[in-house]
């Protein structure tokens, strides 16, 4: 506090007043921005990549003071969800002030990363102007995969949006994930009421569909007398008891050019047609693993990697089609 008032007081008087800048620093604002390791609070995707705004105001080279930010992250006006200490502190919100203000002024505000798409029904639209769909995509891919794995309810799904800081903790710990990372703030109830909660929980469960908590991994290759061999796992992710079964899975793989396929092993391969090798796999309950391999005639690279992706037949979105599961590169 001390310093803030001395930067004040040196401060020429035409910066002085309701735009006062502070003592914190542009670059470590710039980091926390660009989410800099540890930082991971991905407050572009509603602001722009330079605080030109988006879904969110622009913020860049507004003049907005330390104390300003701070007090739109912990109490925002409106629908912005509230970030906690652990997520940006006080000396953060004085190095984003400081960033900001190194950042001109753009010429007009930037635009949404997605808009509600035409005809897109209530629960999405819902998702797209809550600003949710700003970080999970107008299809909420990441959350479905969950709430398919968790077999969630309606009272869990809402816990994890208006008090996610604490939540997210407790619900990782219970699947046995190990992740640290807290992106998302904590919704208001008065702002984000429980009506338009349902409303997108309903949309995701009964529409769009969870989806089972599938992934898929390439692992390192590891070369013997015939070619490079490389492992393919295929796991359901999802609580036993309560996650959802995928049925009639196609496990494909695109063989870089130049490459051959010696062997394939796994359950139910198809082999290789058009440079894309294929499995197909009956189902996969939660905690199932398919180990698979392929072993080529030469090592992939990383500009000539192998490339694939996970669909499964059943249960399918009630409307449209679903995007895969991609297959994780192999680590070279
Ligand atoms: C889901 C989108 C979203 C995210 C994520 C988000 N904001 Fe916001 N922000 C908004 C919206 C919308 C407003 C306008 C007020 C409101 O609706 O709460 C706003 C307002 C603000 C303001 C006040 C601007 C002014 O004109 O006074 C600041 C400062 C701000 N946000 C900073 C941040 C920071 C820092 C982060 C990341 C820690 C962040 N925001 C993350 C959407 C977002
Ligand atoms: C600033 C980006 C951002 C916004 C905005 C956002 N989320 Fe999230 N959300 C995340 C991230 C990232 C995670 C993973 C945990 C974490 O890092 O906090 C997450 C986790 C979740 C989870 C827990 C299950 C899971 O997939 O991990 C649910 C449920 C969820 N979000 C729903 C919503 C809903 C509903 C909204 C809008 C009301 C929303 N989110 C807005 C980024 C965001």
Known sequence: ????????????????????????????????????????????????????????????????????VLRAVRQPWGIMPAFAESQLSEQDAADLAAYFASLPKPPEPGKWRFEVPPGAPPGQATLINMGCGQCHTPNFQGPRNNMGGYGMNFDYFANLVYNHTTAMPAYRAEIGNNATNLDMGNYSRSRLTVGQLRQIYFWARDEIGFRPQLAATLGKGETGPSGVTYPLTVTNNGVQGRGMIAEG????????????????????????????????????????????TITLSQPVTAAANLRGEVRWAKPAPKTGTDIPVNIAPAPL
């Open 1 to 68: 506090m001390k310093r803030l008032a001395l930067a004040l007081l040196a401060l020429p008087l035409a910066q002085s007043g309701a735009s006062a800048q502070n003592a914190g620093s542009p670059a470590a604002g710039k980091a926390y921005w660009e989410r800099v390791a540890p930082r991971n609070v991905d407050c572009r995707n509603c602001h722009g990549g330079a605080g030109e705004g988006g879904f969110g105001p622009d913020l860049a080279g507004r003049g907005l003071s330390a104390a300003q």
């Open 249 to 292: 899975l196609t496990v494909s793989l695109t063989i870089p050019a130049g490459h051959n396929v010696v062997a394939a092993t796994g359950q139910g391969y198809q082999g290789v047609v058009n440079n894309v090798a294929t499995w197909k796999l009956p189902r996969s309950a939660p905690k199932d693993q398919e180990r698979l």
